[in-house]
């Protein structure tokens, strides 16, 4: 097992409800990506896309459960005396030494299970992945802020900025208004992620509504709009779009990164078992109707158009205010994850470095210089380019992979073969894919995943 201290093992943390946490889990999953899936959805056909997003969310949920097994067993290690890393406070009120109730993030569970290579690898593909999604959303946000707000024909966009600087403006007063969020645990963003979420189905409703208006109006927003394609004219598979369509579908459920953040704060656990199944299932029911009513209420032609982001559709909708509402879509849904992403990062952050850093700073100057670790590298790059995209394409395609499918298995792998004759009360949080068999689908999955990723890399 790895060795060294971890400082941010099992650090007391506020609570909230499990209303709140699915709220949070929702936020995370559904982001600005939700709106490339209509596109690749026609290309593939109605039919092979439903197999895959059904066949996705069954993977990410499972793996998922392994994520959350492995969180049990790594608190009763602690409460036990089992773990070899912390050397923290192991008092616990709880009624299970399996009880989910200290903060253990992934960077701290792998530390435990996780041989010296296999750790730094680790570390290496978190730390590209969620610095990879901080440099888009430092990007995508202004660049969005920036469309919403600006003309690029104009000559002055805000204040004395013309249309190319206000991309700064709007980068200094994104990271102003939510970088402070970083600095704090999760539940002190619980307002943001609330009404984000609100926004979130807002979005969707208004979007899934107008197309099914559409669909049975069989007319366009306008005299000259398109009108609805006729059933025969969509495709119900499309066999050469698939690794496309994988290429977009694959990280429509990631949530693993943050689940021990989002997860322990849950005040009331017996119905954790629950509550990630429920909220992917809540995603795939959204995915589906979103796709759906935008393959029979538009032509392929126009999902193609508009490069992936299907709240554009909606631009000449005859509403004004409910069409400007869709166009800023993404910078709402990006600016509530940008915190989660942010302080997942800070928090594995602090957990392989902390014990260096407590040599030279003390705890509060330590409160400030992880989160600015976190934050300032993607701001600096957004600062110096706006094409990140390439970067990411490379960089998060397959660490996301390692994240979402092989770094859980492999983790309730080493868990399971952990041995606590002293730990006490009933093990709770197993995962219903206890057999091995399931462990070796799970690998034999990511490496399929990682063929198709590369594949669509190559031929894109």
Not at 247 to 271: D, I, Q, R, W
Request: proline share 4%; glycine share 6%.
């Amino acid at each position: 097992m790895a060795g060294g201290q971890s400082l941010y093992a099992s650090e007391p943390v506020s609570k909230y409800s499990i209303f709140v946490g699915g709220a949070l889990t929702f936020n995370l999953i559904v982001g600005a990506g939700a709106l490339s899936l209509p596109q690749a959805f026609a290309d593939a056909g109605y039919i092979l896309a439903t197999m895959m997003l059904v066949l996705l969310a069954f993977f990410s949920c499972m793996t998922a459960g392994f994520v959350i097994e492995t969180l049990s067993i790594t608190n009763a290690m602690i409460k036990s005396g089992h773990d070899k890393v912390s050397l923290l406070n192991k008092s616990s009120k709880s009624i299970s030494d399996f009880d989910i109730d200290l903060q253990c993030e992934l960077g701290y569970m792998a530390q435990i299970f996780l041989n010296s290579k296999e750790l730094k690898a680790f570390y290496a593909v978190l730390a590209v992945y969620l610095f990879g999604d901080l440099c888009i959303y430092c990007v995508a946000i202004p660049k969005s802020m920036q469309n919403l707000f600006c003309s690029a024909s104009s000559t002055e966009c805000v204040f004395f900025f013309s249309f190319e600087d206000s991309y700064y403006f709007f980068l200094i007063l994104f990271l102003a208004i939510v970088g402070p969020f970083c600095f704090f645990d999760l539940t002190k963003t619980k307002i943001i992620q609330l009404f984000t979420t609100a926004m979130r189905w807002a979005s969707f409703v208004c979007m899934i509504l107008i197309a099914m208006i559409g669909i049975v109006l069989q007319r366009g927003f306008t005299r000259t709009s398109p009108h609805p394609p006729k059933p025969d004219e969509i495709a119900p598979y499309n066999v050469e779009s698939m690794s496309a369509l994988f290429g977009v579908c694959v990280y429509a459920f990631m949530c693993h990164h943050s689940l021990p953040s989002l997860l322990t704060p849950v005040e009331n656990k017996e119905n954790l078992w629950m509550l990630v199944p429920g909220v992917l299932g809540l995603v795939l029911l959204f995915y589906l109707l979103l796709c759906f009513t935008a393959v029979f209420r538009f032509s392929l032609e126009e999902l193609n158009g508009t490069n992936g982001l299907y709240n554009l559709n909606f631009g000449d909708y005859h509403y004004r205010a409910v069409a400007n509402f869709l166009r800023a879509f993404p910078m709402i849904v990006l600016s509530a994850n940008f915190p989660i992403i942010a302080v997942t990062l800070r928090n594995n952050l602090r957990t392989l470095l902390g014990k260096v850093a407590s040599k030279y700073m003390s705890e509060n100057q330590m409160r400030f210089f992880f989160p600015l670790l976190a934050i300032v590298p993607p701001a600096f790059v957004a600062f110096l380019t706006q094409n990140v995209e390439f970067l990411v394409s490379y960089t998060g395609s397959y660490a996301g992979v390692a994240i979402q499918y092989v770094i859980p298995a492999l983790l309730v792998q080493r868990a399971r073969k952990i041995k606590m004759p002293g730990a006490q009360g009933p093990k709770l949080h197993d995962s219903w894919f206890h057999h091995d068999r399931w462990l070796q689908l799970t690998y034999g999955w990511a490496l399929m995943s990682w063929g198709i990723t590369t594949a669509n890399i190559i031929y894109k």
